[in-house]
């Protein structure tokens, strides 16, 4: 049984920064490109980004991009996503998904094989 199990969410101040943790048992992790997507109150669930199975390429939203960094560490089935200066419009439930042998467009559109159970993460002003 595959499970994603997030950690580090809270409630932090504008500007503060946060990492999240995620990690993935009952599947064989390198095999696999890791992702992180977060849904805010009355809206859409939103691609924030992802990382190839080794590591070397990753993928940001662009409300995101430049503040958040996505790496990946095989030996211990984790991912990460590091969070900085953060604003309250990042305040949401933020979800880690596993996708297997699925191409990054269909990926970034919330193609995934897993998704773990969430984190909420508050911003505030």
């Known amino acids: 049984q595959v499970q994603l199990v997030e950690s580090g969410g809270g409630l932090v101040q504008t500007g503060d920064s946060l990492r999240l943790s995620c990690v993935a048992s009952?599947?064989?992790?390198?095999?696999?490109?890791m992702g992180w997507f977060r849904q805010a109150p009355g809206k859409d669930r939103e691609f924030v980004g992802d990382?190839?199975?080794?590591?070397?390429?990753?993928y940001y939203a662009d409300s995101v991009k430049g503040r958040f960094i996505i790496s990946r560490d095989n030996a211990q089935n984790t991912v990460y996503l590091e969070m900085n200066i953060l604003k309250p419009e990042d305040t949401a439930v933020y979800y880690c998904t596993a996708g297997y042998g699925i191409p990054a467009s269909l990926r970034h559109r919330g193609n995934y094989d897993y998704w773990g159970q969430g984190t909420q993460v508050t911003v505030s002003s």
């Open positions: 009952g599947l064989t992790f390198e095999d696999y490109a």
């Open positions: 990382i190839t199975r080794s590591g070397t390429t990753t």
